[in-house]
């Protein structure tokens, strides 16, 4: 268990629906990162927040939208969804400064565009 | 930016036996992490081993361990006495520490199998 924790973990929806993805990072954790794992690929970086401020961002499509909250979560806001965005969906935390270097990765939430 | 490769998308080795994953990058910075998660049919993603860029000693997880190389850039994984349960996807990442919000970059994966 890594400690950071997503809801939902399955959602299924369709064309032109909107959906919001959840992640809680681990306790004490700063920063929270999107990734996009659409079939059989790799990890695309979407957006980065850290305490509560856009960091970074990636290939994030402009129908897609995120935010970390004063308490740390963050949210996914995915909206006029096509087939192509059928996808899992990582949320991942770390410690700002931390010697570590590595991101802690939630089990994902698939989503399925129909 | 930074680019990381991964020129086996597939391999296969034999239960017990050693394999070694490869795995380039390019960077023009000088401090930075270096990671293998690996993904099992769970799609978990599950940290195997991390390098420090300034650390010229190589990272060994018990079966696992990496040949670093800073000036080739290059970072390969090598897994001894495979087991079954090792069988899924294993990304690289680069993870930088200056700029673009630190965020892992991974490369395309290689799928490994480990056979009876």
């Known amino acids: 268990d890594s400690g950071v924790t997503q809801t939902p973990k399955h959602l299924i929806t369709a064309t032109g629906q909107r959906v919001t993805l959840r992640c809680s990072p681990r306790s004490g954790d700063l920063s929270v990162y999107w990734y996009q794992q659409s079939l059989d690929q790799g990890l695309q970086f979407l957006i980065q927040y850290y305490n509560g401020e856009e960091r970074a961002k990636g290939n994030i499509l402009e129908r897609f939208s995120a935010q970390q909250f004063p308490d740390l979560h963050s949210e996914l806001n995915l909206s006029s969804l096509e087939l192509g965005d059928s996808a899992l969906y990582f949320c991942?935390?770390?410690?700002?400064?931390?010697?570590?270097?590595?991101?802690?990765f939630g089990e994902g939430s698939r989503l399925t565009v129909l | 930016a930074q680019t990381v490769t991964q020129s086996q998308p597939e391999m296969s080795v034999q239960e017990a036996e050693t394999v070694t994953l490869s795995c380039t990058y390019d960077t023009s910075e000088n401090n930075y992490y270096l990671f293998w998660y690996k993904q099992p049919p769970s799609r978990q993603m599950i940290l195997v081993i991390r390098?420090?860029?300034?650390?010229?000693q190589n990272a060994t997880e018990n079966r696992f361990s990496v040949n670093f190389q800073k000036a080739a850039k290059s970072f390969s994984l090598k897994i001894s006495d495979s087991q079954l349960g090792d069988t899924a996807m294993y990304f690289c990442?680069?993870?930088?520490?200056?700029?673009?919000?630190?965020?892992?970059?991974f490369g395309t994966g290689t799928q490994l199998k480990v056979e009876l």
């Open positions: 991942a935390s770390s410690v700002s400064g931390a010697n570590t270097g590595e991101l802690f």
């Open positions: 990442a680069f993870r930088g520490l200056t700029g673009g919000g630190n965020k892992l970059t």
């Open positions: 390098q420090e860029a300034y650390k010229q």
